[in-house]
């Protein structure tokens, strides 16, 4: 089975930067992907890493070490709208995608 | 531009009963998922295909069923409900591994 794990709640300061960690063990590797999900409403695709580094996008950055089994996203910037669940997902080498239990951000005024 | 169509948006099903929700997609994707998610909780997988004829078990296949006869479609039958099986479920689709998977808007299923 597949193991992801991710913080349940991170509070921050508009404004500010975020960083949302996601640590997985999977059976085979063919990417990891970041979605964001407002309550009450289908997930949406943020970013995708399955080489190790850095992709930036926009406000929005995902790092990924496949060594370390890690990755984390970046928020920049923070608005009110970024009040949402990140959820982190993992395919597997049977191209399973298995999703983390999801972070709340909540962002303050 | 449709995406990922779900049907029924909202139901609610008696203990015992049976009932298909609905899944298709206008994008020629291969892969296709049936998550569920409960309140304030993570997707969890029911089941997968990798293309028309194939399906996979996810992690909580139990009370479930699944098929892929068309590239478009990928209904979930539920037998024989349990309360259990209240939840919102979100079917996906993707056209290759190295591609993000688009949701449907979900089926919120209340089991009574």
């Known amino acids: 089975g597949q193991n992801i794990d991710q913080p349940t709640e991170m509070t921050a300061t508009e404004g500010a930067i975020v960083q949302i960690n996601c640590t997985y063990q999977t059976s085979g590797f063919n990417g990891l992907f970041w979605y964001q999900q407002h309550a009450g409403e289908a997930p949406t695709f943020l970013s995708y890493n399955v080489l190790d580094g850095l992709e930036e996008k926009g406000r929005f950055s995902s790092f990924l070490s496949r060594s370390k089994g890690y990755s984390y996203l970046l928020l920049k910037e923070l608005q009110m709208k970024d009040s949402a669940s990140y959820l982190c997902a993992v395919r597997d080498g049977d191209y399973k995608l298995s999703f983390g239990a999801g972070t709340t951000v909540t962002v303050r005024a | 531009n449709a995406g990922v169509t779900q049907t029924p948006k909202f139901h609610i099903l008696k203990i015992g009963q049976s009932m298909t929700l609905q899944c298709t997609q206008d994008?020629?994707?291969?892969?296709m998922y049936w998550y569920r998610q409960d309140p304030g909780m993570g997707l969890k997988l029911i089941y997968y295909s990798v293309g028309a004829g194939i399906t996979d078990k996810g992690e909580v296949p139990n009370g479930y069923n699944v098929s892929r006869s068309t590239t478009e479609d990928f209904p979930l039958r539920l037998e024989l409900a349990a309360p259990s099986q209240t939840s919102v479920y979100f079917c996906?689709?993707?056209?290759?591994?190295?591609?993000?998977?688009?949701f449907g808007q979900g089926t919120r299923l209340t089991v009574v």
């Open positions: 994008m020629n994707h291969n892969y």
């Open positions: 996906a689709s993707s056209m290759q591994e190295n591609t993000e998977a688009f």
